[in-house]
């Protein structure tokens, strides 16, 4: 699914705004409901949590809520009750702007940690944002939420459900400290579906494990990630109360879609990243063995810099998976990159394998599989190669 430069779903706006959180680029963004919505999210598992992850988690709760106001640049973390007082006031401006309690917008930052919000300036973004809420908002709104991100993160799906065709789109910031437990990121996506609240808990949570929670740049949690779903209703389906409900599974489907499009472009614009890759792990004696050793792989420095430059050495995810204490059968074991073998059967598949998976490594896309002898579960995880620039990125983030 490629990234749309327009997306309407009916009965929601969006804007993005430049107010000085930034030095340049939008860094503010608003996204609201025209009708009452239900509303489900996912959190961070980190013990280090900013102040808008706070908020929202706690309102999320509830299972309504009408906007959610977001800026880039400040994270809002690590500062205490001023952190939160700061949160609560963005919630509450951005309420009284478009008409609604606070307690029905939700909040999110992300940008360096340990710095005050210039409130000042969030305050005159706010009342800009809510004046420019556009229905073809949300490509402003995706990129206001961008940091090291090189492009903005969009995707929509529609599906039919119980004979009436919905929207489910979604945007995304996310480019560095990326490791979902759930989550790790920034991702919003609206819906013109009726969901009653439980089972549109249960549809993002799926598909955030199918999605956000498969995916990982470099091993690291962040402190501000969340993930929002709001339906409005406005399609005029029959509410879905449950998987079993006429159009659930289309739904979901839908969902999950926008998710996996989403995650996999946070991965492919990794930072420093030259490619995109899916790592493939089969024959493991089990799940747990399976997603180790997948994301053993994907978070392996030394994989990560041999795609970098093309390196065909499968040496590299032998060991990584040996060091993780993954149980394989060597003799058993095949290592695919980019589709061609390059170990079987305990040894190499020999100098021309290696050099034909060195010329595939060159695409901007590649697979990493291993075949571990051992069993028959599997997992999968997207990430990307490490490059020059991730150094250069984080060496430099604060200065």
């Known amino acids: 699914m490629k990234p749309t430069t327009s997306i309407l779903v009916p009965g929601f706006k969006a804007a993005g705004v430049h107010c000085g959180v930034k030095q340049v680029g939008l860094d503010l963004a608003l996204i609201a409901s025209d009708a009452p919505a239900h ?23 509830a299972g309504s809520a009408r906007a959610v106001v977001i800026n880039s640049g400040v994270s809002n973390v690590a500062m205490g009750a001023q952190g939160l007082r700061d949160a609560a006031e963005m919630a509450q401006r951005a309420g009284s702007a478009i008409g609604v309690p606070a307690e029905q917008v939700l909040v999110a930052s992300t940008g360096v940690i340990g710095s005050r919000l210039p409130m000042p300036r969030i305050r005159r973004g ?51 400290m990326i490791e979902p437990n759930m989550a790790t990121m920034l991702a919003f996506l609206v819906t013109d579906a009726a969901v009653a ?13 199918a999605s956000f929670n498969r995916l990982s740049v470099d091993g690291e949690t962040s402190t501000s990630d969340m993930v929002l779903l709001f339906a409005n209703g406005v399609a005029g389906n029959r509410e879905l109360r449950g998987p079993r409900s006429p159009g659930a599974a289309a739904f979901a489907a839908a969902v999950e879609k926008v998710a996996v499009a989403l995650a996999r472009e946070i991965a492919r614009d990794g ?16 799940g747990a063995d399976a997603e180790r050793a997948a994301r053993r792989i994907a978070n392996s420095m030394l994989v990560k810099t041999a795609l970098f430059g093309g390196d065909a050495n499968w040496g590299r995810i032998l060991q990584t998976v040996g060091a993780a204490q993954v149980r394989l059968k060597l003799d058993r074991a095949v290592v695919r990159l980019g589709g061609v073998t390059v170990f079987r059967a305990g040894a190499s ?11 595939k490594l060159q695409a901007p896309e590649v697979e990493v ?31």
């Open 271 to 286: 930072e420093g990243a030259t490619k995109l890759v899916t790592v493939r792990v089969e024959g493991a004696a089990n």
């Open 197 to 209: 609240a439980s089972a549109l808990d249960r549809v993002l949570r799926d598909a955030t494990n």
């Open 369 to 399: 599989a291993i075949d571990l002898g051992a069993g028959r579960a599997s997992a999968h995880v997207w990430t990307c190669d490490l490059g020059y620039d991730y150094v250069k990125i984080n060496a430099e983030y604060t200065t």
């Open 39 to 61: 509303v489900a999210g996912v959190f961070t598992q980190s013990t280090v949590v900013g102040a808008p992850v706070e908020l929202s988690r706690d309102r999320v709760r």
């Open 126 to 176: 706010i009342r800009a944002a809510a004046a420019g809420l556009e229905a073809s908002g949300l490509r402003e709104a995706a990129e206001a939420i961008r940091t090291t991100d090189t492009f903005a993160k969009t995707a929509v799906a529609t599906a039919d459900v119980d004979g009436r065709a919905v929207t489910v789109a979604g945007i995304a910031k996310g480019s560095g």
């Open 349 to 359: 598949a020999g100098p021309a394998a290696r050099r034909r998976a060195a010329s």
